[in-house]
């Protein structure tokens, strides 16, 4: 418990733009009605509008798009005249038994450790506002502050893909292409992150000190 | 409606506190939930000068080549343009897009934005534009990847070095500049210039 007043308590709202705080007069504003901000214009809200629906919508499209990314090939690589399709595990498992296990590593925590931290992280953000929990609220605060940090860096995958398919083309000799599997991957970042930033992390603290 | 410019509203919790000055440096965090409230960041001068060393770089970045291979004595490069340009070819094209727009779009609209706004916050005043062009930066932010795009490259030369032989090229050292400049220019501090540019506030871009 701490007794730093909260702007519901003080009827005052913070900008989501610019961080101005103004006087909160949304009570009298009927539904779909708005009231903006007087330095940058942006709307003003108390929570994001739709934030924990359209948090789950998201976060199910991406956890349904992660199937097909993980199992679908993301590149297609053929050197010598041998070829042959890599999915995102076997391009972890490649580096791994090649020796070079730090790179093994780092794709391993950006594609797989990361989207699932964050499906999980988000997953239990969502459920434990939605019931209005008062459990380990710092920690949650905490751990939505991790995913925001490091949500992106599962992009790395795609950007290595784009790289090596663009310096590899030797024509018959060599050549490396992407596949249908690297399009899934990067809708899963795109939409968890988007499910991220829709999930409003005031909700983890609504009802305290109050 | 009245406003508050005393006041600062964690943007993480929703809790209120009254405005305190803070030392060159300093981050002021919020008691609730730990999150960073504000910090006294760098000065316009510097800031505007860090700008266009980012804008240098972003340049150096995109026109030079990445990486250099060979293969039997062939030689081939790769730019940023062209890595993003490989994936748009065949029935996938379309995830070239986020990748084209996270490492060269964003990172250049972030620089532009900044330059524009902090020229003119320089002068003492809000430049023309102020208002869509600071929501378009903290609009952007999270989709500026350039970090991820040097490890990226970093991780493709990693790949590709036991087969061929890799070189790196001028443009991964610009890279590796502009995520180290892009952090300091554009993070979440850009709110500042609210602040900075408020008619009246002192313009050398030190907080009371
Ligand atoms: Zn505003
Ligand atoms: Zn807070």
């Known amino acids: 418990m701490n007794g730093t007043p909260r702007a519901s308590q003080l009827r005052v709202v913070g900008c989501h733009a610019c961080g101005l705080v103004c006087e909160d007069t949304l009570d009298g504003v009927e539904r779909g009605g708005r009231v903006h901000c007087p330095r940058c214009g942006a709307a003003l809200h108390r929570r994001r509008p739709g934030s924990i629906t359209q948090a789950w919508a998201l976060l199910v499209a991406a956890l349904i798009f992660y199937v097909p990314a993980n199992v679908l090939p993301v590149m297609y690589t053929s050197l010598f005249g041998r070829g042959g399709d890599s999915t995102i595990m076997s391009g972890v498992i490649g580096f791994w038994r090649g020796g070079s296990y730090a790179i093994a590593l780092v794709i391993f925590i950006a594609s797989v450790a990361v989207p699932c931290v964050k499906f999980l992280t988000l997953g239990l953000l969502l459920a434990t506002s939605r019931r209005g929990s008062r459990r380990a609220r710092r920690e949650r605060a905490g751990l939505y502050r991790l995913i925001e940090l490091v949500g992106y860096w599962s992009m790395l995958d795609v950007v290595v893909v784009a790289v090596v398919s663009a310096l590899v083309k030797f024509q018959a000799l060599s050549d490396i292409e992407p596949r249908i599997g690297i399009l899934f991957f990067g809708l899963v970042v795109i939409l968890t992150m988007l499910a991220t930033m829709r999930f409003d992390p005031r909700l983890i603290w609504d009802g305290d000190g109050e | ?208």
């Open chain 2, 1 to 208: 409606m009245k406003t508050f410019s005393d006041l600062i509203v964690c943007e993480h919790c929703d809790s209120v506190y009254r405005r305190q000055p803070l030392p060159p440096g300093a981050a002021a965090r919020c008691g609730r939930c730990g999150a960073i409230l504000r910090r006294a960041g760098l000065d316009l001068d510097r800031w505007l000068a860090l700008t266009l060393a980012a804008a240098i770089a972003f340049v150096i970045a995109n026109v030079c080549p990445v990486v250099r291979i060979s293969m039997q004595g062939i030689p081939n490069e790769a730019t940023l343009w062209k890595s993003a340009a490989a994936l748009a070819q065949g029935p996938i094209a379309c995830v070239a897009v986020p990748l084209a727009l996270s490492i060269i779009v964003v990172p250049f609209l972030q620089i532009g934005l900044l330059a524009w706004v902090l020229a003119h916050a320089r002068a003492g005043r809000r430049a023309p534009g102020f208002a869509p062009a600071m929501r378009l930066l903290v609009l952007l932010r999270p989709w500026s990847m350039v970090e991820v795009c040097l490890l990226g490259i970093l991780v493709a030369v990693a790949k590709l070095s036991h087969l061929l032989q890799v070189a790196p090229g001028p443009g991964l050292w610009a890279t590796a500049g502009l995520m180290a400049l892009v952090t300091l220019i554009a993070n979440r501090d850009v709110q500042r210039l609210w602040d900075l540019t408020e008619p009246g506030s002192n313009p050398s871009g030190t907080e009371a």
